[in-house]
């Protein structure tokens, strides 16, 4: 989770009165919600009920994540349920500014963040379902298959050579790791190049649902859909390539849902490669906007450049691709 900075008695003060003022609600209590990296998260008791605030402060993510609320809107509308619900301004609006932030307030959820074989299934009934909604008209980026991710890494990675007295460990670490990026970043132009060729079956995609599954008993919701994008079922599948188990049951949940489909090879392999430079390039840009004086934001770009999660799914592609 990024947090801008510790939050004092006279923040909160401000946000409870912005929120009577924007919202027409009286909150009682505001308290710290841990959930989302991209945000800080909050959980407001009023006597009319519990909500959830997220206020987006860097520059590089609030266009996505107000780009994001009305695809959420647009999903509520069609009947999906397992999602998020946003509580509108008094006029109206699906999010609004404070501070200069982007705030966008939804439906409390009560339950917990679970990631296990039991949430998957449920989660890939969830997105499957989803997949059903109509795209027309949502103003979202589409899938190219393209490597935009590898060349804004080489952008993030020159802007640091620029300054390099200031920039000395994180640089160290892309130069260790160099050969390992030149070789993904290889692997990706393949697969970029199998897959441009046909953009067909593509849908309201989440891009990071596994990690964002909420499970209250027997009921599941789906939550944080800040960077929405149309794309094939593999942007939300690859997450467990090295499982067949998942990918069976992936395409077991298209075919109850209607959606005549099954995952692609190819596709999984790229968003695999894709999703390195991508998680990496989001974390080199809050480096960038806001330089990390704890050093922890180093340590977490270290640790993906070291250890990823994303390497069981490499391995897996590398042998089988």
């Known amino acids: 989770m990024v947090h801008i900075s510790e939050r004092d008695n006279q923040y909160i003060a401000r946000l409870k009165d912005f929120i009577r003022d924007e919202y027409g609600f009286a909150a009682n209590t505001i308290t710290p919600a841990k959930r989302g990296w991209y945000g800080e998260t909050w959980r407001l008791d009023s006597n009319g009920g519990s909500y959830f605030i997220k206020i987006v402060y860097p520059e590089i993510h609030k266009p996505c994540y107000e780009r994001s609320l009305p695809v959420v809107e647009h999903m509520n509308r069609h009947g999906i349920n397992s999602i998020s619900k946003i509580i509108k301004t008094v006029n109206g ?8 932030a982007t705030v966008g307030i939804f439906e409390w959820i009560d339950g917990e963040n679970v990631q296990n074989e039991r949430t998957k299934i449920h989660e890939y009934n969830i997105l499957a379902k989803i997949y059903t909604v ?3 008209g ?12 590898v060349a804004l890494f080489h952008k993030q990675w020159d802007t640091l050579k620029s ?17 390992k990026a030149d070789k993904l970043q290889d692997r990706l132009m393949f697969f970029s190049e199998q897959c441009k ?16 599954v909420i499970m209250n008993g027997d009921c599941f919701y789906i939550v944080d859909w800040d960077e929405p994008v149309i794309a094939p079922p593999e942007r939300d599948a690859w997450f ?3 499982w067949d188990w998942a990918t069976k049951a992936f395409n077991d949940a298209l075919r109850d849902n209607g959606i005549e489909y ?16 991508w998680y990496l390039t989001k974390e ?6 806001y330089g990390d004086t704890s050093g922890e934001l180093t340590k977490i770009i270290a640790n993906d450049l070291d250890n990823s999660w994303i390497y069981e799914n490499i391995e897996y592609a590398d042998a089988h691709y």
């Open 197 to 212: 060729g046909d953009l067909s079956h593509r849908y309201i995609t989440h891009g990071d649902a596994g990690g964002n």
């Open 138 to 149: 949502l103003e979202i980026p589409h899938e190219t298959f393209g490597a935009e991710s």
């Open 134 to 136: 109509p795209t027309k």
């Open 262 to 277: 099954v995952l692609r090879p190819e596709r999984l392999a790229y968003y695999c490669y894709n999703s390195y430079f």
């Open 93 to 100: 609006s699906l999010f609004t500014h404070f501070d200069g």
């Open 163 to 179: 300054d390099p007295d200031n920039h000395t460990v994180l640089l160290n670490l892309l130069e260790t790791n160099k050969n």
């Open 284 to 289: 080199l840009d809050f480096y960038l906007e």
């Open 240 to 242: 467990c390539l090295h």
